[in-house]
Every structure is written in C-alpha cells, then in structure tokens.
C-alpha cells in the first residue's frame, strides 16, 4: 500500500462512515465489515484505498483535527485581535463545535481513552491537536503581556479542556461560558 491515499468518491465515502460510526459508537466498537457496509463498498476497496484500520483511524483523526483547526480559525479571524477577544473567540468557537459537531465530547479525547499507546499511528495526532491548543494559548498568553505565559497557557488549556469534557457529559451547564468567564481572568 502506498503512503499517498487514492482520493476516489469511494476513498471518501469509507472516511466519512468511519468518521460517523468511530464517533457514535467508538473506534474498537466497529469492524472494517461495518464501515465497509455503511460507505456501499466491499472490504477490498476498504483495505485497497486505507491499507489497515489503523490508517482509516489516522485519517479519521486527521480530518476531524483539521475541520476544528478551519473552524477554529474563521472564528478567530472574525474576533476581536485584542488577546483577551482571541482567548474568547476560542471558548465561543468551542462552545459552538460542541453543538454543532461534539454531542458526544472531543473526539481526540475520546480516542485517547482507545489508544493510549504512543507507538499507535493515531496517537500523534491526538496528542498533536493538545499540543496545538496548548501553543495557542501560550502564544496568546504572551500577547497579553502576562509574567509567565507558558504556565498561563497552561491553565487556559486546563481551563477549556475542563470544559470539554464537562460540556460533552452535560455536567456544567454553560461550561465553555464560565471557563471563559475564568480564562479572562487570568489575562489580568
């Protein structure tokens, strides 16, 4: 199997049912013969466009963390420049994802609580996509003028992965609101 995947219609409709079905129902829940059956192909085409689960999983990942990234930076674009408008932006366009896109929580965390292993192909990219935030909020952090942007990074990403999990278990109502409302704080 190539490294480069085959675009085809049917290389796109296998993604999107593995998309769909490894965020409904988790990613060790459903079989290649699954996904296979819910895109209209065989399982031939499946291993012939993917190779292996494995890399349908990574590139299930990769095309969820680069749809937030997109979605993530139109909202930034729009928001006001000003650091502390940045770091609200973020909470809002998070808050916005999780209704339209996350009723089931992140599905990087959710990945990790499947794949823990550092030698998985898809492990890299769950930990790349914290790792960007994290670098987000430090970059932001720094804009703002803050003494210790690293460790301000830091408890904004703590502050909106809290959020995450707690709006994407309806534990907190309004959770990306209040961790907004405590992330401005910490610009001061």
């Known amino acids: 199997m190539s490294d480069v995947i085959d675009w085809t219609p049917k290389a796109h409709a296998v993604l999107q049912a593995a998309s769909e079905l490894f965020y409904e129902r988790g990613i060790h829940a459903v079989g290649v013969d699954v996904i296979a059956a819910r895109a209209g192909v065989t399982k031939k085409t499946l291993y012939d466009r993917f190779g292996s689960k494995e890399r349908l999983v990574v590139e299930y990942l ?20 000003a650091p502390r408008g940045q770091v609200a932006a973020v909470f809002e366009a998070s808050a916005a994802w999780a209704r339209e896109r996350g009723r089931k929580g992140c599905a990087m965390i959710n990945a990790h609580a499947e794949i823990s292993d550092p030698t998985h192909p898809a492990y890299a990219v769950i930990v790349g996509q914290k790792r960007w935030m994290l670098a987000l909020f430090t970059e932001l952090a720094a804009a703002a003028g803050v003494a210790d942007p690293r460790q301000v990074g830091e408890h904004l990403m703590l502050l ?12 907190v109502e309004n959770a990306f609101t209040t961790a907004a409302v405590a992330a401005s704080a910490l610009l001061n």
Request: glycine content about 6%.
């Open 160 to 171: 909106h992965e809290g959020a995450v999990v707690t709006a994407g278990l309806r534990a």
């Open 62 to 81: 990769t095309e969820r963390d680069d749809q937030w990234r997109r979605f993530l930076d139109d909202r930034l674009t729009q928001a006001d420049p």
